[in-house]
């Protein structure tokens, strides 16, 4: 073949070897590795990081955090796995030299909503873990923001992305107990105010600021290693982010509820505070033990200890459809919820359901339970729409509802009006009735971390 000929040939045969990337597409092709920055260098995030490793078709490249020890620990532990990747104290200069597809917001709940902002404002897809915002109204900027942006959103709420969940999600929906009377759902504890206290010793993070940036948009505070690591017992950083928590295990339960209800893009329209908030444990006067086939069984030793602010609250759907938050932390689901409707009652938790007549369960369409980590479908789901640009299975929208349940239960104590009905209007997503519920909807963001601007 002379010059000319392979010239004419390879032209002709280009878009087949140049990446989606290179073309100008708006994400990976198909058959591309999804490259993705982590963000936020705590707990979760190493089981996110583990469960990443996991899945082929995705390759860490940057891993952030404000502070440095977590940086130098994350990158350690990845290059021992075999996995070598940039480490940043900064998410600006992060987003300004990774050409990556996405950003895992795996951060405190109070720097959630920026980081992931700041990530979309950049033109990457998002997994933002839950409850994905602190307030109802920096939720919806950050919808707003995605939609804006045409970002692909993952809020992770797992249990949307279990099979078996869903399946019995939609057993619920499709009638196979009939109407549903109402929804049974946990009491969940609720988070602290922060007491002044003195500051401790700070330690060296890296760069001089640290604490400064780790702080985002709270009060910036001295330093006190009861905030830097228990952040998530205090209003000012989340909303109950403890296990049997408001918005740590009642964000998975809120969820689910909104699923099988099939409200994933609205939301109550009454909240009544059934009784005073009192600070007590999160188990009933009852120490029992639980029998091996109920659902919340692997998880009620998890939380005998837990304790805070608690009152029973209950709310109301458009179609009539009461939801009773009265469950204690021993029984029923603490990561579900049970729909009781006419002809039955099915019970899901995570990868676990009971149900009655007892017959659903010999459905041939029945899914049986998972066989992989329980995080990595829903993170799959990710990869797969960032390359389709479809919607997730936790679209940042239904991440906005059910973190609007969590600060509806939270806003009903602290308005502290026993038997009175608050009016919400899940449109416009405002009280019709109490003004002071409407002042909880929003934080005043400190200066330097207001989210981004639309442009």
Request: with cysteine.
């Amino acid at each position: 073949m002379d010059r000319r000929s392979f010239l004419k040939t390879t032209m002709a045969a280009a878009p087949m070897l140049i990446s989606a990337r290179a073309l100008g597409q708006n994400g990976p092709g198909a058959n591309e590795t999804v490259n993705v920055a982590v963000v936020g260098l705590g707990g979760r995030s190493r089981d996110i990081v583990a469960t990443i490793l996991g899945i082929p078709q995705m390759r860490i490249v940057a891993v952030c955090d404000c502070f440095g020890p977590r940086v130098d620990a994350a990158r350690k532990a990845l290059e021992e796995r075999g996995v070598k990747c940039n480490g940043y104290l900064d998410l600006r200069e992060m987003l300004d030299k990774e050409n990556c597809d996405g950003v895992m917001a795996e951060t405190t709940t109070h720097a959630r909503a920026w980081v992931s902002c700041m990530a979309m404002a950049a033109g990457k897809d998002v997994y933002i873990e839950k409850p994905m915002s602190l307030t109802i109204a920096e939720g919806r900027e950050m919808v707003n923001c995605a939609r804006h942006y045409k970002r692909v959103t993952q809020v992770g709420t797992q249990q949307r992305s279990i099979p078996l969940n869903n399946w019995a999600s939609d057993l619920v929906k499709n009638g196979a107990i009939g109407k549903v009377k109402h929804v049974l759902a946990p009491n969940f504890v609720g988070a602290l105010k922060w007491e002044a206290r003195e500051g401790q010793e700070m330690p060296d993070g890296g760069r001089p600021d640290w604490w400064d940036v780790w702080t985002n948009q709270a009060e910036l505070r001295p330093y006190h290693k009861d905030i830097h690591y228990g952040w998530s017992n205090w209003l000012d950083y989340d909303g109950g982010g403890i296990s049997f928590g408001v918005t740590g295990w009642g964000t998975h339960s809120y969820d689910q509820l909104q699923r099988g209800l099939g409200t994933d893009e609205t939301g109550p329209v009454e909240i009544i505070l059934e009784e005073q908030v009192q600070a007590r444990r999160a188990y009933s006067e009852e120490d029992r033990e639980p029998g091996p086939e109920e659902t919340g069984a692997p998880y009620y030793g998890m939380v005998k200890d837990t304790s805070g602010p608690r009152a029973k609250v209950s709310m109301k759907y458009e179609n009539g459809v009461q939801v009773l938050l009265h469950l204690d932390a021993n029984f029923g689901p603490g990561l579900g919820c049970i729909y009781e409707g006419e002809n039955g009652r099915i019970e899901i938790n995570r990868d676990k359901i009971a149900v009655e007549p007892r017959e659903l369960l010999d459905r041939p369409d029945n899914p049986g339970h998972l066989s992989v980590p329980e995080t990595q479908p829903h993170i799959e789901n990710w990869i797969e729409c960032i390359k389709s640009r479809n919607r997730c299975t936790a679209d940042i929208e239904y991440g906005q509802r059910s973190s609007t349940l969590c600060y509806l239960v939270n806003i009903a104590r602290a308005v502290g009006r026993v038997g009175e009905k608050l009016l919400w209007d899940p449109v416009a997503e405002r009280f019709t009735n109490c003004d002071e519920g409407n002042t909880m909807l929003a934080n005043t963001r400190r200066a330097g971390y207001e989210l981004p601007p639309l442009v």
